[in-house]
Protein backbone atom coordinates (compact mmCIF):
# COMPACT_ATOMS: atom_id res chain seq x y z
CA UNK A 1 0.00 0.00 0.00
CA UNK A 2 1.36 3.01 -1.01
CA UNK A 3 2.35 5.60 1.60
CA UNK A 4 1.57 9.52 1.83
CA UNK A 5 5.25 10.18 1.08
CA UNK A 6 4.74 8.44 -2.38
CA UNK A 7 1.96 9.79 -3.09
CA UNK A 8 3.18 13.01 -2.71
CA UNK A 9 6.57 12.78 -4.50
CA UNK A 10 4.59 11.14 -7.70
CA UNK A 11 2.05 14.19 -7.47
CA UNK A 12 5.10 16.82 -6.99
CA UNK A 13 6.45 14.74 -10.38
CA UNK A 14 3.35 14.88 -12.07
CA UNK A 15 2.42 18.34 -11.42
CA UNK A 16 6.23 20.08 -10.58
CA UNK A 17 8.28 20.27 -13.91
CA UNK A 18 8.93 22.38 -16.46
CA UNK A 19 8.84 20.01 -18.91
CA UNK A 20 6.48 17.89 -20.43
CA UNK A 21 6.80 16.65 -24.18
CA UNK A 22 4.50 18.02 -27.03
CA UNK A 23 2.24 16.10 -28.99
CA UNK A 24 3.57 14.03 -32.26
CA UNK A 25 1.07 13.09 -34.85
CA UNK A 26 1.55 9.49 -35.95
CA UNK A 27 -0.37 6.99 -37.37
CA UNK A 28 -1.78 3.20 -36.01
CA UNK A 29 -3.45 0.41 -37.76
CA UNK A 30 -6.27 -1.74 -35.86
CA UNK A 31 -6.80 -5.52 -36.69
CA UNK A 32 -10.12 -3.95 -38.62
CA UNK A 33 -7.45 -2.79 -41.30
CA UNK A 34 -7.95 0.97 -40.18
CA UNK A 35 -5.34 3.54 -40.10
CA UNK A 36 -6.11 5.73 -37.17
CA UNK A 37 -4.38 9.36 -36.32
CA UNK A 38 -2.99 8.96 -33.33
CA UNK A 39 -0.50 11.46 -31.02
CA UNK A 40 2.43 10.13 -28.82
CA UNK A 41 4.05 12.33 -25.92
CA UNK A 42 7.67 11.13 -25.36
CA UNK A 43 8.69 10.40 -21.40
CA UNK A 44 10.31 13.58 -19.96
CA UNK A 45 12.75 11.01 -17.91
CA UNK A 46 15.93 8.96 -19.20
CA UNK A 47 15.04 5.33 -18.45
CA UNK A 48 16.07 1.91 -20.63
CA UNK A 49 12.09 1.31 -20.23
CA UNK A 50 8.78 3.54 -19.70
CA UNK A 51 5.66 2.56 -18.39
CA UNK A 52 3.04 3.54 -21.18
CA UNK A 53 -0.77 4.66 -21.13
CA UNK A 54 -3.22 4.51 -24.39
CA UNK A 55 -5.82 7.31 -23.88
CA UNK A 56 -9.22 7.21 -25.10
CA UNK A 57 -10.82 10.07 -26.01
CA UNK A 58 -14.97 10.85 -24.98
CA UNK A 59 -17.87 10.77 -27.45
CA UNK A 60 -17.00 14.71 -28.77
CA UNK A 61 -14.08 13.74 -30.24
CA UNK A 62 -10.59 14.44 -30.13
CA UNK A 63 -10.39 17.82 -31.40
CA UNK A 64 -11.89 21.14 -30.03
CA UNK A 65 -14.79 22.44 -30.83
CA UNK A 66 -15.44 18.38 -32.52
CA UNK A 67 -14.05 18.82 -35.79
CA UNK A 68 -10.52 18.95 -36.75
CA UNK A 69 -8.74 21.77 -38.25
CA UNK A 70 -6.97 21.55 -41.70
CA UNK A 71 -3.58 20.34 -40.12
CA UNK A 72 -5.24 18.13 -37.75
CA UNK A 73 -3.64 19.69 -34.61
CA UNK A 74 -6.27 21.40 -32.45
CA UNK A 75 -6.46 18.74 -30.02
CA UNK A 76 -9.26 19.03 -26.83
CA UNK A 77 -6.71 20.72 -24.22
CA UNK A 78 -7.68 17.91 -21.45
CA UNK A 79 -6.04 15.57 -23.65
CA UNK A 80 -2.98 17.44 -24.11
CA UNK A 81 -2.65 18.46 -20.39
CA UNK A 82 -2.74 14.59 -19.77
CA UNK A 83 -0.37 13.83 -22.23
CA UNK A 84 1.92 16.48 -21.00
CA UNK A 85 1.54 15.55 -17.36
CA UNK A 86 2.28 11.59 -18.55
CA UNK A 87 5.34 13.22 -20.17
CA UNK A 88 6.70 14.72 -16.90
CA UNK A 89 6.18 11.77 -14.97
CA UNK A 90 8.10 9.59 -17.30
CA UNK A 91 5.30 7.82 -18.96
CA UNK A 92 5.14 7.10 -23.11
CA UNK A 93 1.61 8.23 -23.64
CA UNK A 94 -0.69 7.75 -26.62
CA UNK A 95 -3.61 9.61 -27.33
CA UNK A 96 -6.06 7.58 -30.10
CA UNK A 97 -8.43 9.44 -32.75
CA UNK A 98 -11.09 6.79 -33.39
CA UNK A 99 -13.66 8.86 -35.06
CA UNK A 100 -11.68 10.75 -38.27
CA UNK A 101 -10.73 7.64 -40.34
CA UNK A 102 -13.98 5.81 -40.22
CA UNK A 103 -15.35 9.21 -41.44
CA UNK A 104 -18.05 9.41 -38.18
CA UNK A 105 -18.86 13.05 -37.29
CA UNK A 106 -16.38 14.34 -34.52
CA UNK A 107 -19.53 14.45 -32.48
CA UNK A 108 -21.29 11.52 -31.12
CA UNK A 109 -22.56 12.27 -28.46
CA UNK A 110 -26.25 11.04 -28.08
CA UNK A 111 -25.85 8.75 -31.20
CA UNK A 112 -26.77 5.59 -29.34
CA UNK A 113 -26.00 2.93 -31.18
CA UNK A 114 -24.82 4.62 -34.40
CA UNK A 115 -21.38 5.29 -35.46
CA UNK A 116 -18.16 3.98 -33.80
CA UNK A 117 -19.40 1.42 -31.51
CA UNK A 118 -17.80 1.72 -28.53
CA UNK A 119 -17.59 -2.02 -27.18
CA UNK A 120 -16.43 -3.49 -29.82
CA UNK A 121 -14.71 -1.04 -32.86
CA UNK A 122 -12.78 1.14 -30.34
CA UNK A 123 -11.48 -2.03 -28.41
CA UNK A 124 -9.63 -2.53 -31.55
CA UNK A 125 -8.29 0.63 -31.54
CA UNK A 126 -7.15 0.24 -27.80
CA UNK A 127 -5.01 -2.58 -28.45
CA UNK A 128 -3.96 -1.09 -31.71
CA UNK A 129 -2.61 1.63 -29.27
CA UNK A 130 -1.02 -1.19 -26.87
CA UNK A 131 0.51 -2.65 -29.95
CA UNK A 132 2.52 0.20 -31.29
CA UNK A 133 3.91 1.59 -28.22
CA UNK A 134 5.34 -1.54 -27.73
CA UNK A 135 6.28 -2.23 -31.05
CA UNK A 136 8.10 0.52 -31.93
CA UNK A 137 11.70 0.66 -30.45
CA UNK A 138 12.34 4.41 -30.20
CA UNK A 139 9.56 4.42 -27.38
CA UNK A 140 11.19 1.89 -25.10
CA UNK A 141 8.02 0.83 -23.86
CA UNK A 142 7.85 -2.37 -21.21
CA UNK A 143 4.96 -4.38 -22.52
CA UNK A 144 3.91 -5.42 -19.13
CA UNK A 145 3.64 -1.44 -17.72
CA UNK A 146 0.53 -0.14 -20.09
CA UNK A 147 -2.66 0.85 -18.79
CA UNK A 148 -5.67 2.24 -20.61
CA UNK A 149 -7.34 5.34 -19.50
CA UNK A 150 -10.43 6.69 -21.15
CA UNK A 151 -13.11 9.49 -21.10
CA UNK A 152 -17.05 8.65 -21.02
CA UNK A 153 -17.41 6.69 -24.14
CA UNK A 154 -13.49 6.50 -23.93
CA UNK A 155 -14.38 4.99 -20.50
CA UNK A 156 -16.64 2.32 -21.87
CA UNK A 157 -14.24 1.04 -24.32
CA UNK A 158 -11.95 1.42 -21.46
CA UNK A 159 -14.30 -1.15 -19.45
CA UNK A 160 -14.92 -3.39 -22.56
CA UNK A 161 -11.24 -4.21 -23.52
CA UNK A 162 -10.64 -5.26 -20.21
CA UNK A 163 -13.13 -8.20 -20.36
CA UNK A 164 -11.49 -11.18 -19.40
CA UNK A 165 -13.69 -13.77 -21.58
CA UNK A 166 -12.94 -11.13 -25.07
CA UNK A 167 -9.89 -9.55 -25.10
CA UNK A 168 -6.31 -10.06 -25.31
CA UNK A 169 -4.99 -9.42 -21.37
CA UNK A 170 -2.03 -6.75 -22.03
CA UNK A 171 -3.25 -3.82 -20.04
CA UNK A 172 -1.64 -3.70 -16.33
CA UNK A 173 -4.92 -1.58 -15.44
CA UNK A 174 -7.88 0.33 -16.41
CA UNK A 175 -8.86 3.70 -15.19
CA UNK A 176 -12.10 4.99 -16.71
CA UNK A 177 -13.42 8.74 -15.98
CA UNK A 178 -17.47 8.55 -15.86
CA UNK A 179 -18.27 5.54 -18.18
CA UNK A 180 -21.29 4.52 -19.63
CA UNK A 181 -21.74 1.37 -18.38
CA UNK A 182 -24.48 0.14 -20.31
CA UNK A 183 -21.99 -0.46 -22.58
CA UNK A 184 -24.71 -1.76 -25.72
CA UNK A 185 -26.24 -4.75 -23.77
CA UNK A 186 -22.84 -6.14 -24.51
CA UNK A 187 -21.45 -8.52 -22.00
CA UNK A 188 -25.03 -10.24 -20.92
CA UNK A 189 -26.82 -6.58 -20.19
CA UNK A 190 -26.46 -4.70 -17.32
CA UNK A 191 -28.74 -7.01 -15.08
CA UNK A 192 -27.16 -10.11 -16.38
CA UNK A 193 -23.94 -9.10 -16.62
CA UNK A 194 -20.99 -11.70 -17.59
CA UNK A 195 -18.82 -8.56 -17.48
CA UNK A 196 -15.65 -9.24 -15.49
CA UNK A 197 -12.34 -7.31 -15.80
CA UNK A 198 -8.83 -9.14 -16.06
CA UNK A 199 -6.44 -6.78 -14.84
CA UNK A 200 -7.77 -3.42 -12.31
CA UNK A 201 -10.30 -1.59 -13.08
CA UNK A 202 -10.40 1.93 -11.65
CA UNK A 203 -14.05 4.05 -12.34
CA UNK A 204 -13.85 7.64 -11.40
CA UNK A 205 -17.56 9.91 -11.05
CA UNK A 206 -18.89 12.63 -10.03
CA UNK A 207 -22.46 12.29 -8.07
CA UNK A 208 -24.53 14.17 -9.37
CA UNK A 209 -23.48 12.24 -13.03
CA UNK A 210 -26.41 10.60 -14.38
CA UNK A 211 -23.75 7.71 -15.51
CA UNK A 212 -23.06 7.10 -12.04
CA UNK A 213 -26.72 7.48 -10.90
CA UNK A 214 -28.10 5.38 -13.12
CA UNK A 215 -26.67 2.53 -10.86
CA UNK A 216 -25.46 0.91 -14.14
CA UNK A 217 -21.98 0.63 -12.93
CA UNK A 218 -22.79 -0.71 -9.44
CA UNK A 219 -24.59 -3.26 -10.54
CA UNK A 220 -22.17 -4.33 -13.43
CA UNK A 221 -19.33 -3.99 -10.56
CA UNK A 222 -21.45 -6.28 -7.85
CA UNK A 223 -22.12 -9.06 -11.05
CA UNK A 224 -18.46 -9.05 -11.16
CA UNK A 225 -18.25 -9.89 -7.73
CA UNK A 226 -20.62 -12.73 -7.33
CA UNK A 227 -18.87 -14.11 -10.67
CA UNK A 228 -15.47 -13.79 -8.35
CA UNK A 229 -13.44 -10.81 -10.19
CA UNK A 230 -11.70 -8.73 -7.71
CA UNK A 231 -10.02 -6.79 -10.20
CA UNK A 232 -13.34 -4.18 -10.20
CA UNK A 233 -11.99 -1.69 -7.89
CA UNK A 234 -14.62 0.33 -5.28
CA UNK A 235 -15.44 3.45 -7.89
CA UNK A 236 -14.25 6.81 -6.97
CA UNK A 237 -17.04 9.71 -6.53
CA UNK A 238 -16.51 13.33 -5.93
CA UNK A 239 -19.74 14.85 -4.24
CA UNK A 240 -21.75 17.14 -5.88
CA UNK A 241 -19.40 16.88 -9.50
CA UNK A 242 -20.61 16.14 -12.52
CA UNK A 243 -20.07 14.60 -15.76
CA UNK A 244 -17.08 15.81 -17.44
CA UNK A 245 -16.10 17.55 -14.11
CA UNK A 246 -12.35 16.80 -15.23
CA UNK A 247 -12.82 19.66 -17.75
CA UNK A 248 -13.17 22.18 -14.80
CA UNK A 249 -10.58 24.40 -14.31
CA UNK A 250 -12.51 27.48 -13.15
CA UNK A 251 -16.11 27.92 -12.19
CA UNK A 252 -18.46 29.13 -14.69
CA UNK A 253 -21.60 28.55 -16.16
CA UNK A 254 -20.69 25.12 -16.99
CA UNK A 255 -18.69 24.60 -14.13
CA UNK A 256 -19.66 24.34 -10.54
CA UNK A 257 -17.32 24.68 -7.36
CA UNK A 258 -17.56 20.90 -6.85
CA UNK A 259 -16.78 20.49 -10.71
CA UNK A 260 -13.77 22.44 -10.32
CA UNK A 261 -12.96 20.98 -6.42
CA UNK A 262 -13.28 17.27 -8.19
CA UNK A 263 -10.67 18.08 -11.25
CA UNK A 264 -8.21 19.19 -8.18
CA UNK A 265 -8.39 16.10 -6.09
CA UNK A 266 -8.97 13.65 -9.36
CA UNK A 267 -5.93 14.82 -11.39
CA UNK A 268 -3.73 13.28 -8.38
CA UNK A 269 -5.85 10.70 -7.49
CA UNK A 270 -5.68 9.26 -11.01
CA UNK A 271 -1.79 9.79 -11.62
CA UNK A 272 -1.44 8.33 -7.85
CA UNK A 273 -3.24 5.21 -9.35
CA UNK A 274 -1.09 4.63 -12.07
CA UNK A 275 2.12 4.85 -9.90
CA UNK A 276 1.04 1.24 -9.52
CA UNK A 277 2.63 0.18 -13.14
Not at 5 to 21: D, I, K, V, Y
Not at 183 to 208: C, E, I
Request: net charge negative.
Amino acid sequence: MKTWRFALLLALAAFGSTHASEPVATTVRNEQGIELRAWYFAPDVAAASHPAVVMLHGCSGVFSYSKPNSTHSNLQKLFVEWGRRLSRAGYAALLIDSFTARGHDQNQCGNGSAGTNEVVDRAFDALAGYEALIARAAYRVDPNRVAVLGWSQGGSTTMSVLDISTWPAVFKMGIAFYPACGLQNAYGGVRGSTYAPYSPLHLVFGTDDPFYTSGYCQTRQQNAIELGSTEFKPMWAYLNADHSFDYCTATNSNCSTADVEAKASADPYVMQILGGL
